[in-house]
Nanobody, 123 residues
Framework: EVRPVESGGGSVQAGGSLRLSCTAS????LAWFRQAPGKEREGVAA????????YQADPVNGRFTISLDHADNTVYLQMDNLKPEDTAIYYC????????????????????WGQGTQVTVSS
């Protein structure tokens, strides 16, 4: 399988915005995870391949938006009003095939991971 490819990370000041991109093919579910130093990997947001269903974690609800562009097989994570606690490596992960009892925020749900992109938010 071809790994998803992330882009768009960088450094911003608190209150700023970034847009992450994930280019992936042949998936049923796609999620963004993040991992800060010394912390466990946590789910940020997810979307189904049709774009019909989206999921978001409470800490980012109202600030982050996940969306899908079918034309170029790209999923975007628009991150607004960034906070220092958003600093982490952000990973794109995919799974192909319907999963009953799908738990979007569980890392073991996904079997194809990108290499990650660093997001740093300074106060």
């Amino acid at each position: 399988e071809v790994r998803p490819v992330e882009s768009g990370g960088g450094s911003v000041q608190a209150g700023g915005s970034l847009r992450l991109s994930c280019t992936a093919s042949k998936y049923t579910y796609l999620a963004w995870f993040r991992q800060a130093p010394g912390k466990e990997r946590e789910g940020v947001a997810a979307i189904t391949s049709t774009g019909a269903r989206t999921y978001q974690a409470d800490p980012v609800n109202g600030r982050f938006t996940i969306s899908l562009d079918h034309a170029d097989n790209t999923v975007y994570l628009q991150m607004d009003n960034l906070k220092p606690e958003d600093t982490a490596i952000y990973y794109c992960a995919t799974r192909y095939g319907v999963l009953y009892g799908y738990i979007w925020y569980q890392p073991t749900t996904y079997n194809n991971w990108g290499q990650g992109t660093q997001v740093t938010v300074s106060s």
